[in-house]
């Protein structure tokens, strides 16, 4: 029988970790938990509170998009105090983070979409939104919010049905939301202490990536790029060669695999 009784409790039960989640405020049914994350990093929470939602009525998504997350999804936001120079590693950190999870408790092959998203089999399993709080060189807070179709039919929902997939409808059974949610954490924790000791994550982020060496149309704020994604920087940027044979650095971006 799968474990699906998500409670703070249950997900603090035998947690392996040693800060992140070591507080959970989880809340059956929520709009956000990015806002109810922020307000808790405003007040001062602890490193690694966690705020999970069983279920999300207003979801956010990248460039102000909205997230589907529906009963049987994970919604969860991590909250953080990292150095500033550690920023531009937390959305590799949190791919990588998830990858790894869905492979250890699906046993399923998933892989990283320029910058952030994680894809089974071409379909979109995962989003990731990261939000931080700087002033001069001082970060505020980071909030990884990562969403993941765990346990519902993509088929229900068309607005989605066409490009993502879940865990479930990948494996034709449910997984153990608990399982996964508890292995993350383990996974951001592992990898961000490798970070805080000095250790490169970038290495495997890029391994990861399905993007490099593939025709891509990006959409980077009001400006659009073809080309060849040829490289990503250590930044976490990525190096775009274009038909005349120049390269491009983009920072941020939504990419449209051709
Ligand atoms: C994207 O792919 O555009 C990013 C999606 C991020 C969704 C997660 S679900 C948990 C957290 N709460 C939110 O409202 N968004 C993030």
């Known amino acids: 029988m799968v474990e699906n ?4 409790a249950s997900i603090a039960s035998n947690l ?20 109810v994350a922020r307000r808790e990093a405003q007040q001062g929470a602890a490193e690694g509170t966690v705020v999970i939602a069983g279920e ?10 909205a997230w589907l997350s529906p009963k049987g ?18 959305i590799m950190l949190a791919s990588l983070a998830v990858v790894h999870s869905i492979d250890k408790v699906a046993g399923l092959k998933s892989q990283v979409k320029w910058p952030n998203d994680v894809l089974i089999n071409g379909r979109k399993v995962c989003g990731i939104l990261v939000e931080s709080e700087v002033r001069g060189d001082k970060v505020n807070y980071a909030i990884i919010g990562i969403g993941i ?9 068309p607005e989605i049905s066409s490009i993502a997939t879940s865990l479930s409808d990948e494996l034709g059974r449910d997984i153990s939301r608990l399982d996964l949610i508890q292995c993350l954490l383990v996974e951001i924790e592992r990898l961000y202490l490798t970070l805080q000791a000095g250790g490169s994550i970038y290495e495997e982020w890029r391994d990861n990536l399905v993007t490099l060496g593939r025709r891509v149309h990006v959409k980077s704020g009001e400006d659009v790029y073809e080309g ?13 060669r274009r038909s005349d044979g120049s390269l491009t650095k983009i920072v941020a971006g939504d990419v449209t695999l051709r």
């Open 73 to 90: 999804s994970i919604a969860l936001s991590v909250i953080l105090y990292p150095g500033v120079t550690y920023l531009p590693f937390l």
């Open 228 to 240: 060849i994604a040829e490289e990503v920087a250590r930044d976490g940027s990525l190096l775009l």
């Open 56 to 65: 999300q009525t207003a979801g956010r998504g990248r460039i102000k998009r």
């Open 5 to 8: 009784n998500l409670s703070s």
């Open 16 to 35: 392996k970790t040693r800060f992140i989640g070591q507080r959970i405020i989880y809340y059956p049914k929520l709009t956000s938990t990015m806002d």
């Open 149 to 157: 179709n765990a346990n519902f039919r993509v088929s229900d929902f």
